[in-house]
């Protein structure tokens, strides 16, 4: 049974589309993140989230937001895609407060291609 | 500004050899903590260690071991008899003030 998984696993899209990627933890973890990991396998955290506290890393454009279903789904929306969005992204979970990643668990990843 | 800075690009050793990744970080804070991450050939991300500022303590788990030196604003990672499920990308991380910043990684190639 996986612990966080993410879909799609592989995303081609066009610049200028609108994309999400979904992530979905079994863990009953209080916090998920979302990663990013360019094609220089530079990583940089996105977001860090729980139902009371979202922390973004300001170097985030706002075309990036987070949405929180439940506890247990944190989705990446991702507006008017740009070639430089093209990575893998990661999603995440751990217990306790965002901000503070303690042990986490990753999904698999996203490629995301933007052409 | 906060940095972490991983010198090693590349290194390549032959099984059973033991191996230490270097991580040296820069931060003006005196409350920050300090991660490696491991991310094999297959690209999952694995978490291996969360260290905090306050703790120099160093840690030991199995065949892996970390030296946190706050003197020398170090974080190294060793592996003890290395073994080729042992290749992969270490990345070091730091964190404080909600800030969090990578290093560029290691990758450490374990031949038979």
């Known amino acids: 049974d996986t612990a966080v998984s993410q879909t799609p696993k592989y995303l081609v899209t066009q610049m200028g589309n609108d994309k999400s990627i979904k992530c979905e933890q079994n863990l009953g973890h209080d916090t998920m993140y979302w990663y990013k990991q360019d094609s220089k396998k530079f990583l940089k955290i996105m977001f860090s989230y729980n139902n009371k506290e979202l922390i973004i890393n300001e170097t985030v454009p706002n075309r990036f937001s987070p949405k929180s279903p439940d506890k247990a789904h944190l989705n990446l929306h991702i507006n008017s895609l740009e070639l430089g969005d093209s990575a893998v992204y990661f999603c995440?979970?751990?217990?306790?407060?965002?901000?503070?990643?303690?042990?986490?668990?990753f999904g698999p990843g996203t490629r995301l291609t933007v052409t | 500004a906060q940095k972490v800075t991983q010198a090693q690009t590349e290194i390549s050793v032959v099984e059973k050899e033991d191996v230490t990744l270097d991580c040296v970080y820069e931060?003006?804070?005196?409350?920050?903590?300090l991660f490696w991450y491991k991310q094999p050939p297959s690209g999952e991300l694995v978490f291996l260690i969360r260290?905090?500022?306050?703790?120099?303590q160093n840690e030991i788990s199995g065949r892996y071991s970390w030296n946190f030196q706050k003197s020398t604003s170090s974080f190294n990672f060793t592996i003890t008899a290395s073994q080729v499920v042992d290749s992969a990308v270490y990345f070091c991380a730091l964190l404080n003030n909600n800030d969090m910043r990578f290093g560029a990684g290691t990758r450490l190639t374990v031949k038979p």
């Open positions: 260290r905090n500022s306050f703790d120099e």
């Open positions: 931060t003006r804070d005196t409350t920050y903590y």
């Open positions: 995440a979970s751990s217990q306790g407060p965002p901000g503070l990643p303690g042990e986490q668990y």
